[in-house]
């Protein structure tokens, strides 16, 4: 353990407010740019400077990048991380896996990244007997500036939801999808207007830190610059991250057993989630 103290009284009642965190920077900006090359030899990109004239307007995905590609599991024991993590939600944590690694991964639908996304339906929403304490940690490569990268968040959708505010993001994410059939998803930015929205803008080196039943949306990207971000997921030991990680564990792009070095290190960190047992459905 070092001597971080990664967040003060004020910051930690916003996180339990708001359901977000925003560490500014995590990273520095050479180590962006190390993390972003990373992620180009990963799809077999050429690294920078050359890489962003390539990679303009094609998307790269890895569901599960940070569990399966040993390069990337020194981001799941960064210790400003860890201790921040640890600071908002309790000291025993484990990784939950959930992973994504993104290059341009296009503005999105409105949505939670939880297993039970639907607000107050499903065992993520029942805290009597343990609370839910599982966040997705976003960490962000690129300057807002050149490629428009951002991350929009409805503060406080973990904790309440209005039927006037789900009637606004099923009609949005209606629009979304049909100009998305029809090529235009850029065209529309992420607005809201029955509840107020937040829109991180992101800086290379960023981290967001937010619950993982938050409302949120990837913003439209544009510019000449790539958006570049890493994905991960962290949840106290309890039912609601064993939940957690069993629900992604499901899907076919996602790797049931950790890599046994991987395995042995978070073990050796106190990191290590017990298998997942149950799977809860949405
Ligand atoms: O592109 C982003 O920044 C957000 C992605 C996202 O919403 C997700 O992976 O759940």
New binding site residues.
């Given amino acids: 353990m070092t001597d971080i103290i990664p967040i003060n009284a004020a910051e930690k009642a916003a996180f339990d407010r708001d359901g977000y965190h925003l560490i500014r920077p995590l990273l520095s900006a050479d180590e962006a740019a190390e993390w972003r090359d990373q992620i180009n030899a990963v799809f077999n990109l050429p690294a920078e400077p050359d890489a962003a004239g390539e990679i303009a307007g094609a998307t790269h995905t890895l569901a599960d990048g940070v569990t399966t590609k040993e390069a990337f599991w020194p981001v799941i024991f960064n210790e400003r991380l860890i201790a921040t993590v640890r600071a908002l939600i309790g000291d025993d944590i484990r990784y939950t896996q959930h992973s994504?690694l993104?290059i341009n991964?296009p503005?999105?639908r409105w949505?939670r990244?939880s297993a039970c996304r639907d607000y107050g339906v499903g065992p993520d929403w029942d805290e009597q007997e343990e609370p839910y304490r599982v966040v997705?940690v976003?960490i962000?490569l690129s300057d807002h500036t050149e490629s428009n990268?951002?991350?929009v968040v409805l503060p406080g959708s973990h904790h309440r939801e209005s039927r006037l505010a789900r009637t606004e993001y099923v009609v949005w994410n209606k629009i979304r999808s049909f100009l998305r059939r029809h090529g235009r998803n850029n065209l529309l930015s992420h607005h809201f207007l029955t509840t107020p929205r937040r829109v991180i803008r992101t800086q290379p080196g960023d981290c967001v830190v937010f619950d993982q039943r938050l409302m949120?949306?990837?913003?439209v990207i544009r510019g000449s610059a790539p958006?570049y971000?890493i994905?991960l997921s962290f949840g106290i030991d309890n039912r609601h991250s064993r939940n957690h990680r069993a629900f992604f564990l499901d899907r076919p792009t996602y790797s049931p057993d950790l890599p046994a070095a991987l395995r042995a290190r978070l073990s050796e960190n106190g990191l290590l989630l017990d298998d997942a047992s149950e799977t809860i459905q949405p």
């Fill in positions: 994504d993104h991964l503005g999105g949505h990244d997705r976003a962000y990268s951002s991350l949120h949306a990837g913003g958006k971000a994905y």
